[in-house]
C-alpha cells in the first residue's frame, strides 16, 4: 500500500517541480513526471508506467485532477482503470479521494470543468486565428508539398504511387493535389 505521485506539465517551458514537491511532502514514495498535452493519454509514457505498475491498495496523487487529464473520456477511464485495479486516486489541492462517494463525485464534477476549459480555450484560439487570417496576418503553414511538382509528374505519364515514391510523400496527398484538394 504505497503512493504514488504524478507531475505534469503541458509544455516544456513549464515547470513540474513545486508539483513534485507537494508530491512528495504528501507521502508519495516515487514520483513520476513529464511534459507533455493533457489532451490525451497518447505519448504519456511515465503516465502508462505509473498505471502499469500501480497495484491493489495503492494510491495515485496528483495535485490537481487537470494533471491528470483534460477530457471528461480520459479522467473516466483512468479511474475506471483505476477502480478495477483496487487503486485510489487522491489529489492534494482538490477535495479528491475515489474511496469516498463524496471525492468520486467532486472528481466527476472537476473533470466536466476541465473539458469545459479546454473547448473554451480552443474555441478562442480558431476565433483568434480566423480574425488574423482575415486581417491577412496569419497565413498558416506554408505548404509542405509542391502541388506542380505533382501535376508536372502526372503530365509526364507517371502514376500517383510512381510520384509519391519520387517525391517522398504519402500517396493521400498526390491524390489530393490530383483531385485539386
Given amino acids: 500500500m504505497a503512493i504514488y505521485g504524478y507531475a505534469r506539465a503541458s509544455t516544456v517551458g513549464q515547470d513540474v517541480t513545486l508539483q513534485q514537491e507537494t508530491l512528495r511532502r504528501a507521502g508519495c514514495e516515487v514520483v513520476r513526471s513529464e511534459k507533455s ?5 497518447s505519448g504519456r509514457s511515465e503516465l502508462a508506467v505509473l498505471l502499469q505498475f500501480l497495484r491493489r491498495g ?6 490537481r485532477v487537470d494533471r ?3 477530457s471528461i473520456k480520459d479522467l473516466q477511464d483512468i479511474v475506471h482503470e483505476l477502480r478495477a485495479a ?24 472537476l473533470g466536466v470543468f476541465a473539458e469545459f476549459e479546454t473547448n473554451l480555450r480552443r474555441e ?17 503553414r506554408p505548404p509542405s508539398i509542391e502541388a506542380s511538382r505533382v ?13 509519391a515514391k519520387a ?12 483531385e485539386g484538394g
Fill in 167 to 178: 517525391l517522398k510523400i504519402g500517396r493521400a496527398s498526390v491524390y489530393r493535389v490530383l
Fill in 124 to 140: 478562442r484560439q480558431l476565433e483568434g486565428i480566423a480574425k488574423a487570417k482575415a486581417a491577412g496576418v496569419y497565413k498558416g
Fill in 68 to 70: 491528470l487529464a483534460r
Fill in 86 to 109: 483496487g487503486v485510489s486516486l487522491k489529489a492534494t489541492e482538490q477535495p479528491i479521494d475515489t474511496s469516498t462517494a463524496a471525492g468520486k463525485a467532486f472528481l466527476d464534477m
Fill in 37 to 41: 498535452s493533457g489532451a490525451s493519454r
Fill in 58 to 63: 495503492d494510491t495515485l496523487m496528483v495535485t
Fill in 151 to 163: 501535376r508536372e509528374l502526372k503530365a509526364q505519364g507517371m502514376r500517383p504511387v510512381e510520384i
